[in-house]
Nanobody, 122 residues
Framework: VQLQASGGGLVQAGGSLRLSCAFS????????MAWFRQSPEKERELVAA???????YYTDSVKGRFTISRDNAKNTTYLQMDSLKPEDTAVYYC?????????????????WGQGTQVTVSS
């Protein structure tokens, strides 16, 4: 499995970005997909997850602002980020977990993308 994240950039507070994660490999539909983020001096945290069965998880700080989705025909996972805040600034990583749940933890994810930088200016 290879994951390629894209879509990061610099945006003003209140703006929007859409991240994409292209999945290369077999059986994308059997994988739970997630977005994590990591900012300097902080641990990598789970932002949103979408299981193979359709269950969704969001961390509290992004509820109502971020939307995770997937297109199994295109082997791609998305993270629509609206109403961005400076505290959303981080490197965002997509990750894949075969047959995982939406509440799988960081160590459960076997495959990781390279990360894409999101910077939100105030």
């Amino acid at each position: 499995v290879q994951l390629q994240a894209s879509g990061g950039g610099l945006v003003q507070a209140g703006g929007s970005l859409r991240l994409s994660c292209a999945f290369s490999g077999r059986a994308f539909s059997k994988y739970s997909m997630a977005w994590f983020r990591q900012s300097p001096e902080k641990e990598r945290e789970l932002v949103a997850a979408l299981s193979w069965g359709g269950a969704i998880y969001y961390t509290d700080s992004v509820k109502g602002r971020f939307t995770i989705s997937r297109d199994n025909a295109k082997n791609t996972t998305y993270l629509q980020m609206d109403s961005l805040k400076p505290e959303d600034t981080a490197v965002y990583y997509c990750a894949a977990n075969l047959w995982g749940s939406a509440r799988s933890e960081l160590h459960d994810y076997e495959d990781w993308g390279q990360g894409t930088q999101v910077t939100v200016s105030s």
